[in-house]
Every structure is written in C-alpha cells, then in structure tokens.
C-alpha cells in the first residue's frame, strides 16, 4: 500500500509538477552542465573541486541537500495536504529499528568486504588515520548526511514512486524509472568521469535495491537506513583523488585514477552483495508475494474510484486506509 499513499493528498497536475521542478532542480542543473560543459571544462571543475580543502568540499556539497529536504517535506505537507508519515512509509508510524537495522547491515557488509579485500590485496591503500580531522569528520557526516539521503530517497523512492504509480496504475514502471533517473543525476559525478559510464551500472542498480526495498517492505525506512550506512561507510572507511567528495577517511586509496579493479568491484557489489542484502532483509521481515509487490497495479480506495477524483476531505481517505489495512 506504499504507493497508495499519494491518494491521501491533494494530486492536482499543476502541484505535482511544481513540486518536482523544485525538488530536482539541483540535479537537473547538474547535469545540463555536463551535457553543454566540454571535457577541459569539467577536468578544470573537478581539478577545482579537489584543490578545496577535504572537510570544506565535504559541507559545500551536502549543505543546500539540507534546504531541498525541508522545501520538498514543506511542499508535500502544505501544498499537497499530505502527513510526512504517508510519505514515509504505510505504517501508521515511521518504524525507526528498521532504519537503524539497514544502516547497521551496510556498515557491518562495508567492514567486512573492506577487510577482505585489504587482507587479500593491501597494495595501494595507505593509513590516512587522523584523529582530530576524522572526530571533526564524524560530526559533520552524522549532521548533515541524513539531510542528503533523506532528499535522495524522500524524492525517489518517496514522491516520485509514488506520483508516477498512481499516474501509471502499476508499481513495474515507478520502480524501473526512478532507478534510472537516480543513476542519470548522479552522472555528473566524479567516478563516471574517471571511470566511464559504465559506473551507471553501480548507481542504477543501487535505486533499484532502494525501490525493491520500498516496495516489499511498504516504506521507505529501509532505504533511508541502508543508503545512510552505505554513504557515511564511503566518507569515513576509505577516500581517493577521483571520489566524488575527498574525505579525512581511515584509508585512502594512492592510485592517481581508478583501476579496472574499482569498476569490477562495483560490478560486483551490485550482482552479488546487493541481492544478499534482499535475501537478509526478506528472511528477517518475511517479505512474500513478489511478483505483485513489484509488478502488481496500483488501484484507487473504493471511496476514489466511487468519485473518481482526490480531492476529498482526508476523514474519509484515512478511514478507507484503515479497512484496507485491516485486511492486510
């Protein structure tokens, strides 16, 4: 019932499209400057980038996602008439041990998966240990990367999954296209540069890990939680010169650009650790009926297909919720 939750509020074609302008501004800006920036102009932004000092580029960049997450909650409240709950999940309340059991997942697969990997190839990853940067560097990271992952997945998996699925009628089509369009506004970043396009693959399939959980689980707890632990893993744990955001990490990798081995590891991470996460996750919340959670369509309340539209008082809409819930 996750997507279901956009019938509570007001779905006016003009609020909805106001709203997603707003919220994707920033990447839309991002990536018409990749699009119209020539190949000397980006290495000069991302060489300009690099010369900043670690813990101010780190601010710089995740700063204005403290912004954008409050307007898009205020927008959905206000302009939308909509509780910040029926954006989060379709629980009667947002279920915080699950967010905090996701983020605990990804930390403890990250230390396990790096230990591994140094252990069975050290070379090129050096101590970058600093306990006054790295103390200043938790702060700012507990601070200000909820604001980031909670505008990532609150706009993806939350108001766009859920705006696109009742225009759709289905859950196939949000959860295909907004992990697309999660992978294309990350495209400006770094690590695609250096890298390829290719890397589209470790962002693509990320959302849709994200959505897969939103969808199964009915709420988007899970996603907040493990894409927090998987970013604050990727500022603490270990850092390089062709990153995205450079950080006074624990480690650091010493090669000047990205090795084969980097990509295939991302290959990798999406085609063997991403669905041992979906079988932890479905095993301890027994997650069933796939195929309809993930493909199944996305039906009105009776009391809305009765008077075919969402404009009505929300009495009547949490109480349709309530029998619906009742039975599961």
């Known amino acids: 019932?996750?997507?279901?939750?956009?019938?509570?509020?007001?779905?006016?074609?003009?609020?909805?499209?106001?709203?997603?302008i707003v919220a994707t501004g920033i990447f839309i800006a991002n990536f018409v400057m990749l699009f119209f920036m020539s190949p000397e102009e980006l290495e000069m932004t991302y060489e300009m980038m690099k010369s900043m000092p670690p813990m101010l580029n780190l601010i710089l960049n995740l700063a204005p996602f403290v912004v954008l997450v409050i307007l898009l909650v205020l927008m959905v409240i206000f302009l939308h008439q909509r509780s910040f709950v029926s954006l989060t999940t379709a629980r009667k309340k947002i279920d915080f041990s699950r967010i905090a059991f996701a983020t605990g997942l990804i930390i403890v697969l990250s230390l396990v998966m790096f230990g591994i990997g140094y252990y069975m190839a050290p070379e090129g990853i050096e101590w970058n240990f600093k306990p006054m940067k790295f103390a200043i560097l938790v702060l700012v990271s507990l601070v200000l990367f909820p604001f980031q992952i909670g505008f990532e997945e609150y706009l993806f998996r939350g108001y766009l999954m859920q705006q696109i699925g009742i225009l759709v009628k289905n859950r196939w089509f949000p959860l295909i296209l907004t992990s697309v369009l999660f992978g294309l506004m990350h495209s400006a970043n770094p690590e695609v540069a250096e890298m390829g396009f290719i890397t589209m693959i470790f962002y693509i399939g990320f959302g849709l890990l994200m959505g897969i959980m939103t969808l199964m689980d009915d709420g988007i707890e899970l996603a907040l939680g493990f894409h927090l632990g998987n970013n604050l893993m990727a500022a603490l744990l270990i850092t390089s010169d062709w990153s995205a955001i450079q950080t006074d990490a624990v480690f650091k990798n010493t090669a000047e650009s990205a090795s084969d081995g980097v990509l295939q590891?991302?290959?990798?991470?999406?085609?063997?650790?991403?669905p041992i996460v979906l079988f932890i996750l479905a095993k301890k919340y027994k997650w069933s009926n796939w195929k309809e959670r993930l493909t199944g369509k996305v039906t009105p309340p009776a009391v809305l297909q009765e008077t075919g539209h969402s404009g009505l008082d929300n009495s009547l809409i949490e109480h349709d919720y309530s029998k619906l819930n009742d039975n599961g």
């Open 265 to 274: 590891e991302l290959i990798l991470t999406v085609v063997i650790t991403f």
């Open 1 to 20: 019932m996750y997507i279901e939750q956009a019938y509570k509020g007001d779905n006016t074609t003009w609020k909805v499209i106001l709203t997603t």
